[in-house]
């Protein structure tokens, strides 16, 4: 199974691995409990690190930027569960997981897209 990411991302993956590795699928506290890294026992760990390496550092900050990471995402979800999905009752719900996780991050991912690109001078408290 092969998955999709810019050189770029390759590059960092080798290069700091254990920063890769802190990436996945939840937002980070009790929110990874939330959207877990698994779905129905299969892992997309690997899926989701890539989507949050390019929210991280991927050059672009605009809304297209934005949404070609989150069709990365999914293409990448769908690439695991269709490659690793034995049973095809296992392979629709997780197919239905993979969208779920799609219209989520496009519906609340602004916010996490955006911090990343903002300079901390920019922000005065009020």
Same mark, same amino acid.
């Given at each position: 199974? =092969? ?7 390759? =590059? ?12 996945? %699928? ?55 569960? @269709?490659? =690793?999905?034995?049973? =095809?009752?296992? @392979?629709?719900? @997780?197919?239905?997981? %993979? ?8 519906? %609340? ?7 990343? @690109? ?9």
């Amino acid at each position: 199974m =092969k998955l999709f990411a810019h050189t770029e991302c390759w =590059k960092f993956k080798e290069q700091h691995p254990e920063d890769f590795k802190s990436f996945g %699928c939840g937002p980070g506290g009790v929110g990874d409990r939330l959207v877990p890294d698994t779905m129905y026992c299969l892992n997309v760990s690997d899926a989701c690190r890539i989507h949050d390496w390019y929210y991280r550092f991927w050059p672009g900050g605009e809304e297209s930027d934005r949404k070609m990471a989150d069709n990365i995402l999914l293409n990448n979800l769908l690439r695991i569960v @269709r490659a =690793k999905s034995r049973f =095809k009752v296992t @392979r629709w719900l @997780r197919e239905r997981r %993979c969208h779920t996780y799609y219209r989520m991050v496009r519906l %609340c991912g602004g916010p996490a897209f955006h911090d990343e @690109r903002n300079d901390e001078s920019d922000f005065r408290a009020i």
